[in-house]
């Protein structure tokens, strides 16, 4: 099953699993406060907003079981600037 999952999400499949998740969720949240704003009626702008925010923090976030290869550990330090 962890196979499957890192192949259809990548790596950090459980932060994107729930990335999703909270997308999908955030999504219809979103669609009504733009309908209600559309119609001129009160609008929950919070709700949709934090779950939006929370699927994008979560789609940027990596798995604390996720480990750095040698490699990228060492691209990593090239890329930084010299003091």
Request: charged share 15%; with cysteine; hydrophobic share 50%.
């Amino acid at each position: 099953m962890t196979d499957f999952m890192k192949k259809i999400l990548g790596i950090n499949w459980k932060t994107n699993l729930a990335a999703v998740a909270a997308f999908v969720m955030g999504v219809p949240a979103a669609v009504v406060a733009i309908t209600n704003w559309a119609h001129h009626e009160p609008a929950d702008w919070r709700g949709a907003t934090v779950a939006l925010v929370v699927a994008a923090g979560l789609a940027c976030a990596k798995d604390s079981s996720t480990h750095s290869t040698a490699a990228e550990v060492q691209a990593a330090t090239d890329k930084q600037p010299s003091k």
